[in-house]
């Protein structure tokens, strides 16, 4: 994994930006799949501001996210569809039906798992997938003990990850107990990765990721078998790097 560290989360999200839209001009259309959280937040404010000065076009780009909810409806404030409309959607030139979520109001949330795939399938896969990372190192909602072969399904989410998404909802008994998300082997058919770390509360699972061992019980560590994965990293994320720490 290519570990570019950066001072501060203005410099992430300047750089991550810089990345997406280097990357978008590079092939049409462009696939690209897409997190949420508060990580990617200030990298969507710059793609934006590069898209109304007018440096970047988001008209060949095709997005898919990684995960949802079960449980809330796509206008919920707290649904992740929700989130990428105020976000980023609202605010570029990306054509609507280029737009792909999994739909957690689904009858049938198997088959709308095993559909997402094919779709993914069908468009020729992930040029570029943005990713964040729990505090336990879940990537998507994929929680400590996902295996490496695990694709788009209905998992149960951790009460770790109830606890720290909480700080979006009023309360902790609203946080889903469930959500829909890719695997990490769809994560990992991804041409390139883009994970992205910031602040003192994601050390240990930087750490572990970068410098532990390749397990389930840290699913980010997965990603170093990838290819052509690059992990940006801010100062306090990166604070417990033996790489940071040499003297
Ligand atoms: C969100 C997602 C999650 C987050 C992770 C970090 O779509 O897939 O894996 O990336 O929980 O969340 P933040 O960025 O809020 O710390």
């Not at 997402?116 to 400590?144: C, S, T």
Request: proline share 5%; hydrophobic share 40%; charged share 25%.
């Amino acid at each position: 994994m290519k570990v570019i560290i950066v001072k501060d989360y203005e410099e992430l999200s300047r750089k991550a930006s810089s990345i997406i839209a280097d990357a978008l001009q590079r092939k049409k259309p462009f696939v690209l799949g897409l997190a949420t959280g508060g990580t990617p937040e200030g990298c969507y404010k710059e793609l934006i501001r590069m898209y109304q000065a007018g440096c970047i076009d988001f008209s060949h780009v095709i997005t898919f996210n990684l995960d949802e909810y079960v449980g809330l409806p796509p206008h919920h404030p707290n649904s992740y569809r929700y989130y990428m409309e105020e976000k980023l959607f609202r605010h570029i030139n990306i054509d609507p039906k280029n737009i792909h979520f999994l739909n957690s109001k689904a009858r049938d949330l198997e088959a709308e798992c095993q559909a997402y795939e094919e779709i993914i399938k069908a468009v020729g896969g992930i040029d570029l997938q943005i990713l964040g990372i729990g505090r336990n190192g879940h990537i998507a909602f994929n929680e400590p003990g996902s295996s490496i072969d695990s694709r788009t399904r209905v998992v149960t989410l951790s009460h770790e990850t109830r606890i720290a998404n909480s700080r979006f909802f009023s309360s902790l008994e609203e946080v889903p107990k469930k959500a829909l998300t890719m695997g990490i082997g769809t994560i990992l058919d991804a041409r390139r990765i883009l994970l992205l770390a910031s602040g003192p509360t994601k050390a240990e699972a930087i750490k572990a990721t970068i410098e532990g061992p390749i397990t389930p019980a840290v699913p980010a560590s997965f990603l170093r078998i990838h290819e052509d994965c690059t992990l940006i990293v801010d100062l306090d994320a990166g604070s417990l790097l033996s790489s940071l720490n040499k003297n």
